[in-house]
């Protein structure tokens, strides 16, 4: 009796057990669900500030994926402060003397991987001692709880800065379009005379917007050869300024932009008359044949007839009823022995047609 306790103890001890192994062993199939994921945090780590005309520029990327949590805001910081401040500063420094000069609501902040950027106004009466603007910006959650500032942008700002040219014109031709402008005269602080030492121009279209110019501009005009015909265009041109320490056009800033001068450019522009024409006679068979228009626009030709060569223009008769596409020509609606003078012009996409090519003629032979 005394041996059967400890195997009975054991027993009752595996039994009590098997609830427990079989509550183990089903937590892989069915069991509570597991946490998600957690969402992705906003962050901004690449905050910038760069001068352009009277307003200092903002941006940052911010990477938007399904998963982030969308702040209610991003709240932006400005200090203005001694450009012989130390450079390093406690965030707690900061938040205490720093103020909101603006709050970026949720709805403005895009979708996806962008560029998020703000323009603060620079009051130049005040910044006359060249003092440095220290930003930075935060995001605050939807219970208003706000995250840590991003890095720290800074920037002195540039009193002479150029005011924006002036006076764009156009002026259109087959191939080109070119734009001109006056350059400013002053600074946006008033002195004289005004710091520019290049330029840079934009074109805008629809939602697109471009700077043509690959490098700065040292003359008030630009041949822009890459625009469509019956395209809707805005132009308009930025001076730029040097910095006190620097010759460099690269770190030059920009000037506010000049009044944009709109257009649609029109091709009322004909191709030239064919040239070089050739022509031959056989079998009844008067055979005309030409070089075809260099102009990539040109979409055929028109070839006009008469019996005299002194034929006022008008009393020609065209032989193609529909433009003619290939830079030959047989004309069998002729008479044996008989002299025909000829004339051709060529057409391009929007109908414009060109002058009359130099007269040709033939005796028609048998």
């Known amino acids: 009796m005394k041996s059967s306790a400890p195997a009975f103890r054991f027993l009752l001890f595996a039994f009590c057990l098997l609830p427990f192994a079989f509550h183990l062993s089903g937590?892989?199939?069915?069991?509570?669900?597991?946490?998600?994921?957690?969402?992705?945090?906003?962050?901004?780590?690449?905050?910038?500030?760069?001068?352009?005309?009277?307003?200092?520029?903002?941006?940052?990327?911010?990477?938007?994926?399904?998963?982030?949590?969308?702040?209610?805001?991003?709240?932006?910081?400005?200090?203005?402060?001694?450009?012989?401040?130390?450079l390093a500063l406690t965030e707690e420094t900061f938040s205490a003397r720093s103020s909101v000069i603006a709050s970026i609501p949720a709805g403005q902040i895009p979708v996806g991987t962008s560029t998020v950027s703000y323009s603060d106004l620079i009051n130049f009466s005040a910044a006359a001692g060249q003092p440095r603007y220290r930003y930075a910006v935060r995001l605050v959650n939807q219970q208003d709880q706000a995250a840590g500032?991003?890095?720290?942008?800074?920037?002195?700002?540039?009193?002479?800065?150029?005011?924006?040219p002036t006076d764009l014109k156009t002026k259109l031709s087959q191939t080109e379009l070119e734009i001109t402008w006056m350059p400013p005269t002053n600074n946006l602080n008033g002195t004289q005379p005004a710091n520019v030492a290049g330029y840079n121009i934009y074109r805008r279209s629809g939602k697109s917007e471009i700077r043509l110019n690959a490098k700065p501009l040292t003359e008030p005009r630009f041949t822009d050869r890459t625009f469509q015909?019956?395209?809707?265009?805005?132009?308009?041109?930025?001076?730029?300024?040097?910095?006190?320490?620097?010759?460099?056009?690269?770190?030059?800033?920009?000037?506010?932009?000049?009044?944009?001068?709109?257009?649609?450019?029109?091709?009322?522009?004909p191709p030239a008359p064919p040239g070089s024409i050739t022509i031959a006679s056989i079998n009844g068979i008067v055979s005309l044949f030409w070089p075809a228009n260099s102009e990539p626009d040109t979409a055929g030709y028109n070839i006009y007839r008469a019996e005299s060569a002194d034929t006022p223009p008008e009393q020609w008769v065209k032989l193609n009823q529909q433009l003619h596409k290939s830079t030959s020509f047989r004309d069998d609606r002729v008479q044996v022995g008989r002299q025909y003078f000829y004339q051709m012009t060529a057409v391009d996409n929007n109908g414009n047609e060109s002058t009359r090519s130099a007269t040709v003629s033939e005796t028609v032979n048998p």
């Not at 395209?231 to 460099?248: F, G, H």
């Open 229 to 269: 015909f019956e395209t809707p265009y805005e132009y308009y041109v930025r001076a730029l300024s040097l910095l006190p320490e620097s010759r460099d056009l690269a770190t030059a800033l920009e000037s506010n932009p000049s009044a944009p001068v709109a257009i649609t450019p029109k091709d009322t522009f």
């Open 149 to 164: 500032f991003s890095n720290y942008a800074f920037a002195t700002p540039l009193l002479d800065i150029a005011a924006p």
């Open 27 to 86: 937590c892989g199939k069915v069991g509570d669900p597991l946490p998600p994921y957690p969402r992705a945090p906003l962050t901004v780590e690449a905050l910038t500030a760069v001068q352009q005309g009277d307003r200092i520029v903002l941006s940052f990327p911010l990477s938007r994926t399904p998963r982030s949590i969308l702040p209610a805001r991003i709240d932006v910081y400005r200090l203005i402060e001694s450009a012989s401040d130390p």
